[in-house]
């Protein structure tokens, strides 16, 4: 009964490669998010749908594209691939953000190593 | 935001008490929170405290917050080896955005 998936949990690809990470939340939420955690374990948000529209985009290169198709699910896919996207990438998701705690529940997270 | 500072490490003995600090920037703060990371797994929200409140307890967990100040703490009495991890201090602010700290990696030692 996974509350937040992500797959695959490990991606190991090669630069210029174009990869996709899936995510998934039985939650019900409205939103969903897409984090970045790079070595020293920094966390920055990235990307944040609500109900399948955008409603965060953060300074990332438009190499990464997030795609919702409902708001259970979103997706990151990354073209062209560079050494400097080896991260942790986590997924989460929120019940929304009006006036409630707006708590965020986390994925496991995808280690990409980009060689 | 946006800017959350945590000291790195922190390292206590079995048993002793922990205290994680934390301070943030944005006085329009709503609610902040505690997360838990443990090795090569995803963040665990611990807690989370209402920028109106001045101190919340959950069990071996207190938080306290000062608002004037911008200090969050968060001390977890009876420290078990499990409790070893990173912990993440965030900030809300604004609609659907969390700033985070560094993360705080706490070892407990026997």
């Known amino acids: 009964d996974t509350a937040v998936s992500q797959t695959p949990k490990y991606l190991v690809t090669q630069m210029g490669n174009d990869k996709s990470i899936k995510c998934e939340q039985n939650?019900?939420?409205?939103?969903m998010y897409w984090y970045k955690q790079d070595s020293k374990k920094f966390l920055k948000i990235m990307f944040s749908y609500n109900n399948k529209e955008l409603i965060i985009n953060e300074t990332v290169p438009n190499r990464f594209s997030p795609k919702s198709p409902d708001k259970a699910h979103l997706n990151l896919h990354i073209n062209s691939l560079e050494l400097g996207d080896s991260a942790v990438y986590f997924c989460a998701s929120s019940q929304d953000s009006g006036t409630n705690t707006d708590t965020q529940y986390f994925g496991p997270g995808t280690r990409l190593t980009v060689l | 935001g946006e800017d959350v500072e945590q000291s790195l490490f922190l390292s206590v003995r079995e048993g002793d008490s922990s205290v994680i600090n934390c301070t943030y920037t944005d006085s329009s703060s709503t609610y902040l929170y505690w997360y838990k990371q443990e090795p090569g797994a995803g963040l665990q929200l611990l807690t989370y405290i209402f920028s109106n409140m001045d101190m919340k307890q959950d069990q071996r967990l207190t938080v306290l917050l000062n608002k004037k100040d911008k200090h969050l703490s968060l001390r977890i009495a009876d420290t078990q080896t499990g409790d070893s991890a990173i912990y993440f201090c965030a900030e809300r602010w604004g609609d659907y955005k969390l700033s985070f700290g560094a993360g705080t990696t706490v070892t407990v030692r026997a």
């Open positions: 939650l019900g939420h409205d939103t």
